[in-house]
């Protein structure tokens, strides 16, 4: 069963065969219904009380350097323009991490690809092969090398996630180095050139905890754009009960849980679980069987 997770939304046509337009971006920008969601240079978004702080086109005035993005349309036709610019101290903007949680689904399926889109504007100012300026075109969807040549495209950095249980049916849970304390979540890491997500499932078990896994078998997917992955969610099993080798680097504790142990560790303060936008929180709950008390 493939698993409702919280940011796989999609409240938007993209509107893809209208990017290379001429004069798009000028277009939508002049349309009566059209709304500008704002984003920062450091990917937060502005807000208000949880929920997107839109402005009406004809109200957008943008200072010089904003990139604007033609994002899609609502299902009632309504354009949205993301529009990246340095921070509007008019306006309270918030890393989506921290307010994802509370958005309503709408929200999230124009707020994460706007993240996601601004963070890659971010990073790719110049081209790789020459070093020289990029330039934005297709409607913000597209930065060329006018130098090399060079297209290039919004990425995506897959990345897999693993509910892993033993032969009594206990969870897998791992201490992360740069987690806070007391913080467990699952075994995670980014695909390897040349891998398949169920492989890359059994490498980084392997690697993170020093166990063996079988019958790795696909969940759903999200994305999490901080800055642009798209995360895989597997459940897999290990043969027995054996305990787990923290690797020490990136994992610094690792245990198996039952469903009695969760839930005192949980109520006692020593575990902390994933926050609620993310695939872990899911998949636990999935295992768990509802929300641990």
Same mark, same amino acid.
Request: with cysteine; proline share 8%.
């Given at each position: ?5 919280? *940011? ?16 798009? @971006? ?25 929920? @997107?702080? *839109? ?52 929200? @999230? ?15 790719? =100012? ?9 330039? /934005? ?12 040549? %060079? ?13 892993? +249980? ?6 897998? @849970? ?22 398949? %997500? ?20 696909? =969940? ?31 994992? +610094? ?25 993310? /695939? ?11 929300? /641990?008390?």
């Amino acid at each position: 069963m493939i698993l409702d997770l919280p *940011l796989a939304r999609a409240s938007l046509d993209p509107d893809a065969e209208a990017r290379t337009r001429p004069g798009l @971006l000028e277009d939508v920008l002049a349309e009566a219904d059209t709304a500008v969601v704002l984003v920062d240079e450091i990917g937060h978004l502005a807000v208000r009380d949880a929920a @997107l702080d *839109l402005i009406p086109a004809a109200e957008h005035i943008p200072p010089p350097g904003t990139v604007h993005v033609h994002l899609g349309r609502t299902a009632s036709g309504a354009a949205r323009v993301l529009a990246i610019a340095p921070r509007d101290a008019r306006r309270d903007h918030h890393d989506l991490r921290r307010i994802m949680a509370r958005m309503t689904p709408e929200d @999230l399926g124009i707020a994460v690809p706007a993240v996601a889109i601004a963070n890659w504007h971010h990073a790719h =100012r110049h081209c790789p092969r020459c070093g020289r300026a990029t330039e /934005v075109t297709a409607a913000g969807w597209v930065r060329v090398c006018r130098d090399c040549g %060079l297209d290039h495209y919004p990425r995506t950095d897959p990345a897999v996630i693993m509910a892993v +249980t033993d032969d009594d049916g206990r969870l897998l @849970l791992a201490h992360a180095a740069h987690f806070p304390a007391g913080r467990y979540s699952m075994v995670a890491g980014y695909v390897e050139p040349g891998e398949s %997500l169920e492989h890359a499932v059994v490498r980084e078990t392997r690697e993170e905890v020093g166990l063996d896994v079988v019958d790795v078998t696909y =969940r759903g997917s999200q994305p999490w754009p901080f800055p642009r992955s798209l995360m895989a969610a597997f459940t897999a099993r290990v043969v027995g009960t054996p305990w787990p080798r923290a690797d020490g680097v990136e994992i +610094t504790d690792a245990r198996f849980l039952s469903r009695a142990d969760l839930a005192t560790a949980v109520g006692a303060g020593d575990i902390t679980l994933p926050g609620p936008a993310s /695939v872990a929180h899911s998949l636990l709950l999935d295992w768990y069987g509802g929300p /641990v008390p």
